[in-house]
């Protein structure tokens, strides 16, 4: 899995604001000076798409940046694995990805719960206000048997036991 980026300024974005590995102090004094092999890789696992050594020379070039030479970017990518490097940087981001879906697909079902049972209390406050004002004096067995169906529902959506009533 590659990282996503639509365009070549979300690349430079990425670089710019480090938002690859962390890069140590000696990359950071080269800023504006000749790319070195910190900052190389850094650049290379923040690519979009897919990576290419000679792509990453072209971008530097194209950024004014001192470059070194493609076969020096070669030898620096062979050297300290930057493949491998990628595919471990790859399966974090797309690990990362995963965790926040995860976690927001949690978060929806808890919030969709408590709209639920929210709305399901105010039902039952409802009904009940209704059945109080109800005359039993003039109840039919099919309305009690309503109520008790009701009250049977009430409690299997809140999750409570419910004792089964006969009421034919």
């Known amino acids: ?18 938002l690859g590995p962390k890069l140590d102090h000696e990359s950071r004094e080269s ?3 000749t790319v070195n092999e910190p900052e190389a890789r850094a650049a290379y696992l923040a690519m979009p798409g897919r990576r ?10 194209e950024d004014g940046r001192e470059t070194p030479t493609i076969r020096t970017l070669g030898e620096w990518s062979r050297k300290h694995d930057w493949v ?3 595919e471990e940087h790859d399966a ?3 690990a990362r990805a995963g965790e926040k879906i995860a976690k927001t697909q949690i978060e929806t079902a808890v919030c969709g ?6 709305l399901s209390e105010t039902a039952a406050q409802r009904a009940l206000a ?18 008790v169906e009701a009250s049977e529902l009430a409690k299997r959506l809140k999750g409570e036991e419910v004792d089964i009533v006969d009421c034919s």
Do not use: E, Y
């Open 1 to 18: 899995m590659t990282v996503s980026m639509k365009h070549r300024s979300d690349w430079r974005r990425a670089c710019a604001s480090n």
């Open 31 to 33: 800023a504006g000076g």
């Open 52 to 61: 290419s050594i000679l792509r990453l020379h072209r971008n530097f070039i």
């Open 84 to 86: 491998a490097l990628a």
């Open 92 to 94: 974090k981001v797309a």
């Open 113 to 118: 719960s408590q709209v639920f049972d929210h």
């Open 130 to 147: 209704a059945v109080k004002k109800l005359d039993p004096a003039k109840l039919r067995a099919t309305d009690i048997r309503a109520l």
